[in-house]
């Protein structure tokens, strides 16, 4: 029987995942799932500043090449994170942007940009050239919503517009992608970050700015209300505004629901039914990605904001810690 991805690809999408190079290149039984259920692939910090640029003067592109090298063996579309963070940048960076002229930083964005993305230029097809650029939960205290970040503070606001201006320099043929968090829930802070997205692309697109794709990183909570009128309303309205738009990062932290596998995982699959069942209702809607393919590899059960007391791990992902088929995956297809 056809996986997420035969499903997808008859219906002209793209099902894939997040994946770290190290597993990867370790486990025969992981790369059999990846052959099998994916179309697209990404590395999930391979190509993170912090992995290729550790420390200057050297730049270490041989996780990535691992994944590129697999997608490639194996028809599978590769999708390209992230260029522009405030993660995972090495602190060697944040020291030189904390001093830098704009002019010095632009040329080193530049630089960064034309090297990451040259070196794989007609590999891989789209970028996150952006990355969470929003201020997220809590306090707002920018009057354009921008989260305060070296590269704000190094740039200015027009560092959104340059980061695309200069990968569209880079590799005019890839498709360049803002993907950003927090917009899935029914919080009054989320509808806020929603508006903020639409108003900013709109003047981008209107700007000339060559962002093609808006990726959401949906990365759900079992307990956070969704109301998918709102949500659907909010993709009709990026698709209005001309861009493809991509599910990124999908999971489902399951720690508000029973304890029980079997049902923690009906609830997963349900919460990604009723998610999906909009996303995909969408014309625009292109790629659905999660964020990890197997609950073995989540970030979940590490992040405290994720982790639960009694130290239960998360079953957020379409198959199970030995990498059998959950219900979520059922919900997929
Ligand atoms: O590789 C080192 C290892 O050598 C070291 O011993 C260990 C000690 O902490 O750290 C390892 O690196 C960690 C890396 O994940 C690999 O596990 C980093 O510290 C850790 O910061 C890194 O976290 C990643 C995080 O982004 C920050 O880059 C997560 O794996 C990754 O899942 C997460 O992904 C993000 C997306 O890029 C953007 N959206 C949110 C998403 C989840 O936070």
Known sequence: ADGPQGVAMRKGLAFGAAVPSNLLNRSAEFRKILAR?????????????????PEPGRTDFAPADSVVRFARAHGQRLRGHALVWHEAL??????????????QAEDFLRRWIDTAMGRYRGMIESWDVLNEVLAGYGPVRREDGLRETPWLAAL???????????AHDADPSAVLTWNEDSLEHDFGWVEARRARVLTRLEAMRKRGV???RFGIQAHLVSD??????KFRRFLRELGQLGVGIAITELDIDDKAFPADPAARDKGVADFARRFLDVALDEPALLDVVTWGLFDGDTWLNDHPDHRRPDGRRQRPLPLDEAMRPKPFREALI
């Open 37 to 53: 259920d994916c179309g697209l692939l990404l590395g999930n910090n391979e190509l993170k500043m912090a992995v290729v640029m």
């Open 90 to 103: 090495p602190s060697w960076v944040a020291e030189q942007l904390a001093k830098a002229s704009p002019a």
């Open 156 to 166: 200015g606001p027009g560092y959104l517009d340059l980061a695309f201006r200069l």
């Open 210 to 212: 060559p962002v093609r």
């Open 224 to 229: 956070h209300p969704f109301d998918a009128a």
